[in-house]
């Protein structure tokens, strides 16, 4: 069975530092989302990607958080530079299509722990 | 904007009861809604979801849902409740005038006991 894959899946770093966090998406999954969840809440949208283009990044704290996906497969979060409220899971998905109807496919996400 | 509220923060069920998981909505179109659970330290994984038509959706692991729109809700339900599914719900609504975001509920997590 086809599966979202993260790297890595635990983090540990110090404020101020640079991380960054990848993910592969299910084959042929043309949208991809990153995700933040914080203990105890649901997930909070970071960014969506449609192909290799940005459709939503509202909720992107751009001045320290960035997202490509050059080739429009995998992509990569980075956090430059991290902040202690940044500890949380950051969750990947990936869905067929951008019609609204589809189901989204997590990945096992990566735990960041920022000390 | 569209929310999701999940009123009850843990349930708990001795094995082989039914089960109810709540949850209410708000859009201000018409909703797709989703259910996903959590094991600890893992992704989510999908339930079901309601996007048209019978108002009793079946999903994976025996679990089902109702969409009731006059009350707003879709509630997730189990006829018989095993210790395996002990983990964290989380229900989802994405409004079909609010673009393609899908907006989750705070989780409720849910204890079955022997």
């Known amino acids: 069975e086809a599966e979202v894959a993260q790297s890595p899946r635990y983090k540990i770093t110090e404020k101020s530092q640079a991380v960054a966090f990848w993910c592969d998406p299910i084959?042929?999954?043309?949208?991809l989302y990153w995700y933040r969840q914080i203990l105890g809440q649901g997930p909070e949208l970071l960014v969506q990607?449609?192909?290799?283009?940005?459709?939503?990044d509202s909720q992107l704290p751009k001045d320290r958080f960035s997202a490509e996906r050059l080739k429009g497969v995998d992509s990569t979060l980075k956090i430059q530079p991290a902040e202690l409220g940044d500890s949380a899971m950051y969750l990947c998905?990936?869905?067929?299509?951008?019609?609204?109807?589809?189901?989204?496919?997590f990945g096992p996400g990566t735990r960041l722990t920022v000390l | 904007a569209q929310s999701v509220a999940q009123p009850e923060d843990q349930v708990n069920v001795a094995e082989g009861n039914p089960l109810t998981v709540k949850c209410t909505y708000s859009?201000?179109?018409?909703?797709?809604l989703f259910w996903y659970v959590q094991y600890p330290n893992r992704g989510l994984q999908f339930l079901l979801k309601?996007?048209?038509?019978?108002?009793l959706v079946k999903g994976s692991y025996g679990f089902e849902a109702e969409f009731n729109k006059s009350q707003t809700s879709f509630h997730l339900k189990k006829p018989s409740a095993l210790v395996s599914d002990s983990a964290l719900y989380f229900c989802?609504?994405?409004?079909?005038?609010?673009?393609?975001?899908?907006?989750f509920g705070t989780g409720t997590q849910l204890k079955v006991e022997l």
């Open positions: 859009v201000s179109g018409n909703p797709y």
């Open positions: 084959s042929g999954h043309a949208t």
């Open positions: 989802a609504v994405r409004d079909l005038r609010g673009g393609n975001k899908l907006t």
């Open positions: 998905a990936s869905s067929q299509g951008r019609e609204g109807r589809n189901e989204q496919f």
């Open positions: 309601y996007i048209t038509g019978d108002n």
């Open positions: 990607f449609q192909d290799e283009s940005v459709v939503d």
